[in-house]
């Protein structure tokens, strides 16, 4: 059985460019639907198909496989607590 692709909501308007910290790569900034967070996507993303919710905002549907912090190569490991810490983690 295959599971279903994850999917993100995409405001629809201007997006802010930018470049990667950590790869030199472009990318641009854009905010998800419904709950505004920004969030980086490679240029120029495939999109799924658009839609419109109740109130009329238009967005698009892309495959969260355009994150940029899906496809950057030189990003580092999310950091543990043991890391950041330096110790055990706490119980």
């Given at each position: 059985?295959?599971?279903?692709?994850?999917?993100?909501?995409?405001?629809?308007?201007?997006?802010?460019?930018?470049?990667?910290?950590?790869?030199?790569?472009?990318?641009?900034?854009?905010?998800?639907?419904?709950?505004?967070?920004?969030?980086?996507?490679?240029?120029?993303?495939?999109?799924?198909?658009?839609?419109?919710?109740?109130?009329?905002?238009?967005?698009?549907?892309?495959?969260?496989?355009?994150?940029?912090?899906?496809?950057?190569?030189?990003?580092?490991?999310?950091?543990?607590?043991?890391r950041?810490?330096?110790?055990?983690?706490?119980?």
């Amino acid at each position: 059985m295959a599971f279903p692709e994850r999917l993100l909501h995409i405001l629809a308007g201007p997006r802010r460019s930018s470049h990667c910290r950590y790869c030199g790569r472009p990318i641009e900034w854009a905010t998800t639907a419904p709950r505004g967070k920004v969030v980086p996507l490679n240029p120029n993303p495939f999109v799924l198909r658009y839609e419109r919710n109740a109130g009329g905002v238009k967005f698009l549907v892309i495959g969260a496989d355009n994150l940029h912090f899906v496809t950057c190569t030189k990003r580092p490991a999310k950091p543990t607590r043991m890391r950041i810490f330096g110790g055990r983690p706490r119980a």
